[in-house]
C-alpha cells in the first residue's frame, strides 16, 4: 500500500468513544479499544474544555447530556491499543472545541503520550498525503486548522540530519529516514510547545509590573500579549495536523474546488454524495482526480 492515503478506503468510527446513543449514554475509552482491536482505523474523539478548575481537556458529544471522559485516558489507550490488530496508521480525528490555549495543551500531551507514534508533516499544506505503507505503526492527526496570521504560514524548519534519499532508493530506506525525520521534528515541537506553557505559568510577573502603567496602556499591552499567545499556541497545534478539515463554506461547487492542489479532507453524508455526483459530477471527478493521481 504505497500510494497516497486518499486512494484507499479506511474502516472508520464515528464518536468513538461513546459506549451507546449520542445524546445520554457513557463516555469512554472502552469503545476506543473495541474498534482498535476490531481493525479501525479512523478514532473521532469530540475535544472540549474541561469544566473543572484545572484546565484540562475533556471528550464528550458536546450539547448533550452524555458524560465526558478525560482525554489523556482516551490518548493512552490509542496508543496501547493502535496496532494490536493492524500495523497501519490510526487516524485522530478531532472535533476541537479548545481555546487557543487548550490546543496548545492538546499538542502537548499528544507529543508526550504518543512520542515517536505522531506523525509531524514537513509542510502545513501536503500537495500529496503519504502512503499507508510509509506510516504504519504511527498516528495521524486530522482536524481543522486554526486561524492564524499569514505570516506563520509556510514550510516549516527541518531539523533533522541526512541528506534526502533518492527517487531509486528501496521503500524501506525512504521509510525509515521518514521515521528519523518525524522523531527529529517532534522532539523539536515538544520543545517548543513545552516552553511556551513554562511561559504561561509565569505570566503573573507580566500583570505585576504594571502597577503603575495607565489603564488604557495596560489594556493595549494586555491586547497584543493575548495575540502573540494565540499565535505561538497555534503554531504549535497546527504543525501536528496532516490531514485538514473542516466545513467548506459556499456551495458545493465551491465546496468541490481544488485549492492550489493543497490535499484536504472533505466531509460529505452518503446523501450528499449521491446528489453531488448527480448535480456536480464534472466538479467531483475533478476534485478526486487531484488526490488520486498515478
Not at 478539515?245 to 453524508?269: A, P
Request: some cysteine; glycine content about 6%; charged content about 25%.
Amino acid at each position: 500500500m504505497k500510494a497516497p492515503l486518499s486512494h484507499y478506503f479506511m474502516y472508520t468510527g464515528h464518536n468513538s468513544y461513546l459506549t451507546g446513543n449520542q445524546l445520554t449514554s457513557l463516555s469512554s475509552d472502552v469503545p476506543i479499544i473495541e474498534a482498535l482491536k476490531q481493525g479501525v482505523r479512523v478514532i473521532e474523539l469530540d475535544l472540549w474544555p474541561s469544566s473543572t478548575k484545572d484546565g484540562g481537556i475533556k471528550v464528550v458529544h458536546g450539547r448533550t447530556l452524555t458524560t465526558p471522559v478525560a482525554l489523556t485516558k482516551c490518548l493512552e489507550s490509542i496508543k496501547k491499543h493502535a496496532f494490536v490488530k493492524s500495523d497501519f496508521p490510526v487516524i485522530l480525528t478531532l472535533e476541537d472545541h479548545l481555546t487557543p490555549k487548550l490546543q496548545a495543551k492538546f499538542a502537548e500531551m499528544a507529543i508526550q503520550i504518543f512520542g515517536e507514534m505522531l506523525y509531524c508533516p514537513e509542510t502545513d499544506y501536503l500537495t500529496e498525503f503519504p502512503s499507508p505503507a510509509s506510516l504504519k505503526n504511527m498516528v495521524v492527526i486530522s482536524t481543522k486548522p486554526p486561524k492564524e496570521s499569514p505570516q506563520s504560514e509556510g514550510t516549516r524548519h527541518d531539523v533533522s540530519n541526512g541528506s534526502e534519499s533518492s527517487e531509486d532508493e528501496s521503500w524501506e530506506l525512504q521509510d525509515s529516514m521518514a521515521k528519523v525525520k518525524t522523531i527529529d521534528k517532534v522532539t523539536e515541537l515538544y520543545k517548543y510547545i513545552h516552553n511556551f506553557i513554562l511561559q504561561e505559568k509565569k505570566s503573573e510577573s507580566f500583570f505585576h509590573g504594571m502597577q503603575n502603567v495607565s489603564d488604557e496602556e495596560k489594556l493595549e499591552d494586555i491586547n497584543t500579549s493575548d495575540y502573540k499567545v494565540n499565535q505561538q499556541s497555534t503554531r504549535g497545534y497546527k504543525h501536528l495536523i496532516t490531514i485538514h478539515g473542516g466545513k467548506s463554506e459556499g456551495t458545493m461547487k465551491d465546496r468541490l474546488k481544488v485549492d492550489g492542489g493543497k490535499v484536504r479532507r472533505l466531509s460529505l453524508s452518503e446523501k450528499k454524495l449521491k446528489t453531488a455526483s448527480e448535480s456536480h459530477g464534472p466538479d467531483l471527478i475533478r476534485y478526486l482526480s487531484n488526490f488520486l493521481q498515478d
